[in-house]
């Protein structure tokens, strides 16, 4: 469950902290709404930064000066009402530079979640399969069979926060402190690469900077 957000005007685009007056104003808005909120088992604070336009209003086009570039920017909170008719505005723009062909799938399968199924068919997932009895994010109930399908998917989820999203490993009370090093551990085995190359976000996100020793890390 999030609570928030507030929306305050900044100069600086790069301060991602939060208040004290911030938190207080979320405090009391989730409280309206929901007067027995547990806030003292808040895990997390997030804040964000979104460009606006002076005139507040989406920016949907293609560039003026850059051939082949198309701006999408400005979409503030009713972007998620919008999304829809802005992914056809958008399809549109695209049709216009190139030729598209339609596709005949357009949905992929989802990634399977055992925490969601039945104990049976749970079992009968792990027989097919042992890595699914293998839970690594304790939180969430994730299994390294669900990670493994999350690391070779045709889009594939190549960071921590990757998998995060596709699978909410790491998204539980610790948020990572049981599972992260063993989500490292399996990143670098599954994609052949050394664990200091494992990155949270992609490049200059690097978890891990060095080895204490000789050897691989474990």
């Given at each position: 469950?999030?609570?928030?957000?507030?929306?305050?005007?900044?100069?600086?685009?790069?301060?991602?902290?939060?208040?004290?007056?911030?938190?207080?104003?979320?405090?009391?808005?989730?409280?309206?709404?929901?007067?027995?909120?547990?806030?003292?088992?808040?895990?997390?604070?997030?804040?964000?930064?979104?460009?606006?336009?002076?005139?507040?209003?989406?920016?949907?086009?293609?560039?003026?000066?850059?051939?082949?570039?198309?701006?999408?920017?400005?979409?503030?909170?009713?972007?998620?009402?919008?999304?829809?008719?802005?992914?056809?505005?958008?399809?549109?723009?695209?049709?216009?530079?190139?030729?598209?062909?339609?596709?005949?799938?357009?949905?992929?399968?989802?990634?399977?979640?055992?925490?969601?199924?039945?104990?049976?068919?749970?079992?009968?997932?792990?027989?097919?399969?042992?890595?699914?009895?293998?839970?690594?994010?304790?939180?969430?109930?994730?299994?390294?069979?669900?990670?493994?399908?999350?690391?070779?998917?045709?889009?594939?989820?190549?960071?921590?926060?990757?998998?995060?999203?596709?699978?909410?490993?790491?998204?539980?009370?610790?948020?990572?402190?049981?599972?992260?090093?063993?989500?490292?551990?399996?990143?670098?085995?599954?994609?052949?690469?050394?664990?200091?190359?494992?990155?949270?976000?992609g490049p200059g996100s690097e978890m891990l900077s060095g080895r204490l020793a000789k050897g691989e890390v474990e």
């Open positions: 469950m999030l609570a928030g957000p507030t929306a305050t005007d900044i100069r600086d685009r790069e301060d991602l902290s939060t208040t004290r007056e911030g938190l207080a104003a979320i405090r009391r808005g989730a409280l309206r709404l929901f007067p027995g909120l547990p806030l003292h088992k808040v895990i997390t604070s997030f804040a964000g930064i979104r460009a606006v336009p002076a005139d507040g209003d989406f920016i949907l086009r293609r560039s003026a000066k850059v051939r082949g570039w198309i701006d999408a920017g400005g979409i503030q909170s009713p972007g998620l009402s919008a999304a829809p008719a802005i992914g056809e505005k958008l399809a549109a723009l695209v049709a216009g530079l190139t030729e598209l062909r339609p596709k005949v799938q357009l949905k992929r399968p989802p990634i399977l979640r055992l925490r969601d199924l039945p104990l049976a068919e749970r079992q009968e997932w792990i027989e097919r399969n042992p890595f699914y009895g293998r839970i690594i994010c304790r939180c969430e109930g994730v299994s390294e069979g669900e990670i493994i399908d999350a690391l070779h998917r045709p889009v594939p989820a190549s960071t921590l926060d990757g998998l995060k999203q596709r699978t909410r490993a790491g998204s539980g009370r610790c948020q990572g402190g049981f599972c992260q090093p063993r989500l490292i551990a399996i990143i670098a085995r599954e994609l052949g690469i050394s664990p200091l190359a494992v990155t949270k976000a």
